[in-house]
């Protein structure tokens, strides 16, 4: 069997490709969100995972699919960032205030990037480097995928470990 660390790595490493998928695509493939989405079901099943605790995680994913749907439909998110959200919310559960954080702080740090990547683009003076950056320029779109693998990462994290309940317990005495 896979030990737990495995899985997590394995997650982490998915969010990485995700990022990247967004920063230079603007594009985060459905196969890949779903294999995150997926991993959660394997840590799930290798900590022992309850269906109370199964039953609150799928909520999470529930809520915060419907809330990026209507983002989504106001034209703020792109479609990817809507499934990827949701699965990031999965893995969060009971500590989706804390990713809820973590993802609006390097959300708002990926739009003020993008704000000085398109004040460099205006710039005559620094033509090279505004064709350098122009992968990230802000007219291709926001690749908010970034902040929500930040957020994803801190899910994935925030699992307990087989046999250790008591972090689980502790994060949702102060969440």
Known sequence: ????AVVKAGACMTLVMLAGFDLHMRRLPNPVVAAFAALYFVDAAMTGG???????HVAACAASFAVAALMFRLGWLGGGDVKLAAAVFLWAGPASWPVLVV????????????????????SPALTGVSRWLGWIAPARGVPYGVALAMGGAVAVLLQPTAGHRTT?????FFV
């Open 1 to 4: 069997m896979l030990p737990l």
């Open 50 to 56: 309850v269906r109370a605790s199964l039953d609150v």
């Open 103 to 122: 993802v609006s702080l390097c959300g708002l740090f990926v739009a003020l990037a993008m704000l000085a990547v398109a004040g460099l683009q205006r």
């Open 168 to 172: 689980l317990a502790m994060l949702q």
